[in-house]
C-alpha cells in the first residue's frame, strides 16, 4: 500500500525524533511511504479563530495536492501529527457539508490552479499501523521484546476528537494494543485523552502546564516509568517543561516521555540514532533499557 | 413613594446587542447555538473550566441574551484550547469548539479581545504561514511575548537552548518548498484576514 505523508511544520522542527522514528519503522515494515511535495501548513488549531474560510483553503491545499499526486483512486494522506489530523479531517467535513464552505475553498484553489473533489483519506499512522499493517505483522519484527516496561498510553485529544474513525472517542485502545504487541506493560489510567494544555502551555504558562503536570503526576501514580505520545504537541508539553513542573509543583520522579514510533524501533532491535532518542529530553533510552533488562 | 428612582439591577441591560445571537448563528458550525438546553455538560466536560471568566454553558447564554462585549472580551474564548471534549459530549450535538472559534474570530474583527498573549499569538501565526507556508513555532512564540510580556522570553529561554543543542530548533525560517507566492493568492482568494507584509 502506498502513502502520502503530511509531516506537518513540527516534525520539521520540535518533532524531529518523531518524523525519524517514524520513517524508519515504516521502512523496517516494508510500507511505501512518499512526502507530499510542496506541502503548507495546515493552519493548525490557530488559523481558525482568525479567518475560517482562509484556513479551510490553507488545509484543503494539502488535501488538492495529495489527490492530484494520486490519479488512480482514493489518495492516502497520512498525518503523524493529532492537529493536522483533526484539522485536515475538518476542512474535509466542513467543504462536503457546508455549501457556503465549499464555494468559496473550491474557488480560492481555483486561483492556484489546484481543484479538490473530496476523494482523500485522511490516517493518522496509529490507525494505519494497527489496522492496514496489523499487529501480528508488527509483531513478527520485534526481536526485543520492552517487556518490563510500564507505559501509559497518552492519545491526547485530536485523534480522537471529534471525527474519531478508527478508536473510541471516551477510551481509544489501539496504542494500548500496540505496545503489549512490543511486549510492554501497558497501565490503566484514566487520561488517555484528557487535554495536555495544547499551545497554552506556551501563551498562559501557570494554566497551561498545570494541566500536563496533572498528566505527568497521574501517569506516574498510575506505576508507568513512561508516558507514550502519538502527538508533536502532547510530547513538547509533557517532555518539555519537566523542569518546571517539578519546580512550580514539588513533582518528583516524572516519568519518561517518548513517541510510540520511538518504542515500535526499540522494539524492533533498531539504533537508537535511527529513532532519534538521542534527541529526547527525558531519559527515554535508559528507562527503556532498564526496564527490559537489556544491555546498551 | 410615587417618586422613588428606580435603579437597574442587571448592570448589562443598557448593553444589550439582540441582533448579537444571530449574528453567531449565522457563521458555518454555530447553526446550532439555539438548541442550547443550558444543561452545563460542556462546562462539566471543559479542562480549562476552572480558569474562565464565564463557563462555556453561560457564553453560551450571554451570546443569545446580546451580551456581546462581555462575551468577546471574556477569557473564557482564549482558554479554549480545542480538546472538543465539549462537541463530543454535548446532547444536542452543538459543536461547542466551533463557536468558540466564530466568538474569536468575532473579539479579533471588533477588536475588543481580552489581554492576553493568545490573539496577539494567532496574529503572528497567519504572519508567518503568509510569508512563508508553514508556521515557524519559535519565531511565533518569541515575536508574541516581543509584544506583550518580554520578561517571559527569559524565562522560556532556557529550554528553548536545550531543544536548540537537541537539534529541535530553528531560527531559520522554515519555508515550503515550492512557490510561496501561492500561498498569499490562495489566502487572499478565500478570507479576508490582512496578511500582514509580504516577503521573508
Known amino acids: 500500500m502506498h502513502y502520502l505523508y503530511y509531516p506537518g511544520c513540527s516534525l520539521k522542527a520540535t518533532g524531529r525524533p518523531y518524523e525519524e522514528s517514524l520513517l524508519a519503522v515504516m521502512r523496517e515494515l516494508g510500507v511505501d511511504v512518499e512526502e507530499l511535495a510542496d506541502w503548507s501548513c495546515c493552519g493548525a488549531t490557530t488559523y481558525m479563530g482568525v479567518d475560517e474560510n482562509q484556513a479551510f483553503a490553507l488545509a484543503a491545499r494539502n488535501l488538492a495536492l495529495a489527490e492530484r499526486n494520486c490519479s488512480d483512486g482514493c489518495a492516502n494522506l497520512m498525518a503523524p501529527c493529532n492537529a493536522c489530523y483533526l484539522v ?3 476542512a474535509k467535513h466542513y467543504v462536503a457539508e457546508y455549501p457556503e ?3 468559496r475553498v473550491t474557488g480560492a484553489l ?4 489546484l481543484n479538490y473533489r473530496g476523494d482523500v483519506a485522511v490516517r493518522h499512522p496509529l490507525d494505519i499501523i494497527t489496522n492496514d499493517i496489523g499487529l501480528e505483522a508488527v509483531g513478527k519484527h520485534v526481536k526485543r521484546p520492552l517487556t518490563g516496561l510500564k507505559v501509559a498510553c497518552y492519545y491526547g485529544c485530536q485523534i480522537v476528537r471529534p471525527y474519531s474513525t478508527f478508536d473510541n472517542q471516551y477510551n481509544p485502545t489501539s496504542m494500548d494494543e500496540l505496545l503489549r504487541a512490543l511486549g ?3 497501565v490503566e489510567w484514566p487520561l488517555k485523552t484528557r487535554c495536555c494544555g495544547g499551545a497554552l502551555t506556551g501563551t498562559v504558562p501557570n494554566t497551561g502546564q498545570r494541566l500536563s503536570y496533572f498528566l505527568l503526576k497521574e501517569a506516574r501514580r498510575a506505576g508507568a516509568s513512561l508516558v507514550a505520545t502519538c ?4 510530547q513538547h508539553n509533557l517532555e518539555c517543561y519537566q523542569d518546571e513542573i517539578e519546580h512550580d509543583f514539588a513533582e518528583h520522579g516524572q516519568p519518561a516521555v517518548a513517541y510510540f514510533t520511538q518504542l515500535m524501533g526499540l522494539a524492533m532491535g533498531l539504533r537508537p540514532a535511527e529513532l532519534g532518542l538521542q534527541r529526547m529530553l527525558t531519559p527515554v533510552q535508559r528507562v527503556a533499557l532498564q526496564a527490559t533488562g537489556s544491555e546498551s | 413613594m410615587g417618586n422613588m428612582p428606580l435603579e437597574p439591577r442587571i448592570k448589562y441591560q443598557e448593553e444589550l446587542d439582540l441582533g ?3 449574528s453567531v448563528v449565522a457563521h458555518p458550525g454555530a447553526e446550532d447555538l439555539y438548541r442550547c438546553i443550558q444543561c452545563g455538560t460542556c462546562s462539566s466536560t471543559c479542562p480549562l473550566v476552572t480558569y474562565m471568566e464565564h463557563t462555556p454553558r453561560r457564553i453560551i447564554a450571554m451570546t443569545r441574551a446580546g451580551l456581546k462585549n462581555d462575551v468577546l472580551k471574556s477569557n473564557t474564548i482564549w482558554l479554549c484550547s480545542s480538546c472538543y471534549s465539549c462537541t463530543v459530549a ?3 450535538q452543538i459543536k461547542i469548539t466551533d463557536v468558540m472559534y466564530t466568538l474569536k474570530r468575532e473579539a479579533i474583527r471588533s477588536g475588543v479581545h481580552a489581554d492576553m498573549p493568545i490573539p496577539v499569538l494567532a496574529g503572528e501565526f497567519i504572519k508567518s504561514v503568509a510569508r512563508t507556508g508553514r508556521s515557524n513555532e519559535m519565531r511565533i512564540i518569541t515575536a508574541t511575548w516581543l509584544k506583550t510580556k518580554p520578561f517571559e522570553l527569559f524565562k522560556q529561554a532556557w529550554m528553548g537552548l536545550r531543544l536548540w543543542l537537541k537539534g529541535r530548533l530553528s531560527f531559520g525560517l522554515h519555508r515550503m518548498s515550492g512557490d510561496r507566492r501561492q500561498i ?5 482568494a478565500a478570507g479576508e484576514q490582512n496578511l500582514g507584509p509580504r516577503g521573508g
Open chain 1, 88 to 90: 485536515l479531517n475538518k
Open chain 1, 184 to 186: 510492554a506493560e501497558v
Open chain 2, 184 to 188: 498569499r493568492k490562495l489566502l487572499v
Open chain 2, 20 to 22: 448579537f445571537g444571530r
Open chain 1, 231 to 234: 502527538c508533536p504537541l502532547c
Open chain 2, 90 to 92: 454535548c446532547p444536542k
Open chain 1, 110 to 113: 481555483k486561483s492556484i490552479d
Open chain 1, 101 to 103: 464552505v465549499r464555494e
